[in-house]
């Protein structure tokens, strides 16, 4: 009998410490994949929860959580289908689950992932082999991000100034409303204060200039070459269309004065191409809009088709890191290159460029006629290829929030580019039908908002 109650509190006590075990682990949240739909409530309430206990509050979330995707449509954890016109945030080029991007990280996976760049990596060799033969560049750094990418170029241009140009206080110029990144140096080159605000003291160094205005740029140049000091101009960093300040592309005057400008001073044309890169603007780059060829070009988003990689590019005249100089754990494994040069592939034998010309002409063509019927809504339509923007009218009280949220109601997922602007980039695979379906949901929802 006595035995037999140690044995009953040595079992209530093994049950006590494993609930205990259990909490203080904090399993993981029940896997979405799996959830059947009467579960999709606790499933989309679990995941709230932990973010509201475990996650940092540094974005502002709409209430949606993805179980799956396929092409260029997401499912939430309910099964409701949405087209998505966000996708990722302009990284997957080739929509979602492509056959190619499975194949190629999956083989990857299963032969190797990951060494470092203590050793040789064949797949890091073939992707720089193939952006250098697909751009003006010569030769491919490697990193996992936008910001990254820019902090290398600014590096870059550093060394460059200081070993080159004999500049011993070396200045970049960027543009007001630009957007770079968020490092610490990122958020400087980005002219945007609130990216900076209670951030500071900032990188110094950094100059703005009005984006597209040819004059005040040829002025910056001019004041900075007469700063004296040891001060002088090492490069100038622009996006050859705005991306988050507003889907604004540059005029062929202002990336031709830049080229210019950087030609009489020695300094370098740096282009962010991190949104418009890999296809995005109709050509494979953004500078090819322009028929001038830049010194250096950042890349990330559309490279790996979602799967997280950057790269910076540079002309041999500045390919001035040796062994030493910059370094990233992760920058070139294997397995982002893989992805990368899937995406190259496809791009190759599936003609991806040409969709993006002719969806994003259907596009533009479809959001002007809405202009017109529409004048009081809809200011202005604007892009190149598949990164569109489309501007709302202040007079009207709508945002571009507004238009977000309602368009999420409506099952269309879209981003927007400051508070007037709605972005759309959706993968580049997309066809006539989504594009023509996402229009008349705009349109729908654009006259649902009407005040
Ligand atoms: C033009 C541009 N540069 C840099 C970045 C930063 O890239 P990441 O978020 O990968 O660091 C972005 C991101 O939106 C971007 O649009």
Redesign the pocket.
């Known amino acids: 009998m006595k035995f037999n109650i140690i044995k009953m509190e040595l079992l209530l006590l093994i049950i006590i410490l494993s609930i205990i075990n259990i909490k203080s682990l904090k399993l993981p949240f029940k896997n979405p994949f799996s959830g059947s739909s009467s579960l999709d409530n606790n499933v989309a309430s679990t995941t709230q929860n932990e973010y509201d206990s475990s996650v940092m509050n540094t974005y502002g979330r709409y209430t949606l959580t993805v179980s799956h995707g396929k092409g260029c449509k997401l499912y939430d954890i309910a099964g409701n289908e949405y087209m998505d016109f966000t996708a990722g945030?302009?990284t997957c080029c080739l929509g979602h689950a492509h056959p190619a991007l499975i194949d190629a990280v999956t083989k990857q996976i299963q032969k190797v992932h990951h060494t470092s760049n203590l050793y040789f990596i064949p797949e890091q060799a073939s992707l720089a082999s193939w952006l250098t033969k697909n751009s003006c560049l010569d030769k491919a750094f490697f990193c996992n991000?936008?910001?990254?990418a820019?902090e290398g170029a600014i590096k870059l241009a550093r060394k460059y100034a200081h070993t080159k140009l004999n500049i011993d206080y070396p200045i970049i110029i960027t543009a007001i409303n630009s957007?770079?990144?968020?490092t610490l140096t990122?958020i400087t080159a980005t002219g945007q204060p609130k990216y900076q605000k209670d951030f500071g003291p900032l990188t110094p160094g950094f100059e703005y200039v009005t984006y597209n205005d040819v004059n005040e740029l040829k002025e910056k140049v001019k004041s900075i070459q007469q700063m004296g000091g040891g001060k002088g101009l090492a490069a100038i960093l622009m996006?050859p269309l705005q991306?988050?300040g507003g889907i604004r592309p540059a005029t062929n005057e202002y990336f031709k004065t830049i080229r210019e400008l950087c030609d009489q001073t020695g300094a370098l044309m740096m282009v962010?191409e991190?949104?418009?890169g890999m296809g995005r603007t109709g050509k494979l780059w953004g500078y090819e809009n322009f028929n001038v060829e830049p010194d250096v070009l950042?890349s990330?988003?559309a490279l790996g088709g979602g799967v997280p990689i950057?790269s910076m590019l540079c002309k041999n005249k500045c390919n001035v890191f040796g062994p030493g100089d910059h370094a990233t754990t992760y920058g070139g494994n294997p397995l982002a290159c893989a992805a990368g040069l899937a995406v190259a592939k496809t791009f190759e034998e599936q003609n991806i460029l040409k969709n993006v010309v002719a969806r994003g002409e259907q596009f533009r063509t479809l959001a002007k006629q809405l202009q017109k019927k529409m004048p009081d809504l809809i200011s202005d339509v604007r892009g190149f290829g598949l990164i569109n923007g489309i501007e709302i009218n202040e007079a009207s009280k709508v945002t571009a929030a507004d238009i977000t949220k309602a368009l999420l109601a409506a099952k269309v997922l879209v981003v927007p580019a400051g508070p007037t602007v709605v972005r759309f980039v959706p993968p580049l695979i997309i066809s006539e039908a989504e594009i023509a379906e996402v229009i008349n949901r705009f349109e729908t929802a654009l006259v649902s908002l009407k005040k």
């Open positions: 945030i302009a991000s936008g910001a990254e820019n957007f770079h990144g968020r990122a996006e991306g988050e962010d991190v949104q418009t950042t990330a988003k950057g």
